[in-house]
């Protein structure tokens, strides 16, 4: 789990290469009647995760808050331990309007909500969460490198997650048991379109590529 790191990371790192804030990117909140099996509530809450992640990195306190009611939602109905959101409800309340101060929150919801699935014996869900985290991420990223003009340090980022990609593979291939195949599957069409070269750069051709087969990826996994 620790090899890869949480969806806060990537978005500084997207954000430092030049990528913007488009709310569009986000999957939308009323998608969140659609997740009705937890493996799909495991995932969207990572998604969700990354979403929240990238409003508070880009300093959007009312879409954060948006976003953490729609973790806290999903994370009540896969019974992870609720009494931190409360805290966290809380800490929202005196700290909306000071970035370091969210930052830190996001980073504690995604933390503590993945460290309650796996002390309740439910690393499985944990790993789902961690792929819909990532996968959000690299859609913000592949997305994001669209709308901007010079894109060539985030293209940078997106070949640099080509090693957290490796791990996150490995991960479920640990705590795969038959239900994960079609993930697996997903995480290594991607992982395919990085090793068409052994370069660490990623080629023009990959690039649309690798943005084709995430937004793909992130289509099934939102149900929109």
């Excluded at 933390?111 to 819909?132: C, I, P, T, W, Y």
């Excluded at 640990?174 to 697996?184: A, C, Y």
């Amino acid at each position: 789990f620790y090899d890869i790191p949480p969806p806060i990371q990537q978005v500084q790192l997207l954000q430092k290469a030049g990528a913007i804030y488009d709310k569009s990117f986000l999957n939308p909140l009323d998608n969140i009647s659609k997740y009705s099996v937890n493996n799909s509530k495991a995932l969207n809450l990572g998604v969700y995760g990354a979403d929240l992640s990238y409003a508070a990195v880009f300093n959007q306190p009312q879409d954060v808050i948006l976003y953490l009611s729609a973790t806290k939602k999903l994370a009540d109905e896969l019974s992870i331990k609720g009494d931190f959101y409360t805290d966290i409800m809380n800490r929202m309340g005196k700290s909306s309007n000071n970035k370091d101060s969210l930052l830190q929150i996001v980073s504690d919801v995604y933390r503590r909500s993945n460290e309650s699935l796996k002390e309740n014996d439910q690393s499985h869900l944990s790993a789902l969460v961690v792929v819909g985290s990532f996968i959000e991420a690299m859609y913000i990223g592949t997305q994001g490198a669209k709308k901007v003009a010079n894109n060539a340090a985030i293209r940078e980022r997106i070949a640099e997650f080509r090693g957290s990609l490796n791990n996150l593979v490995g991960l479920i291939t640990t705590v795969h048991d038959g239900g994960f195949s079609d993930i697996l599957a997903d995480l290594k069409s991607v992982n395919a379109i990085y090793n068409e070269t052994s370069d660490s750069k990623l080629t023009e051709e990959q690039m649309i590529k690798i943005t084709k087969q995430v937004k793909a990826i992130r289509i099934r996994i939102t149900n929109t």
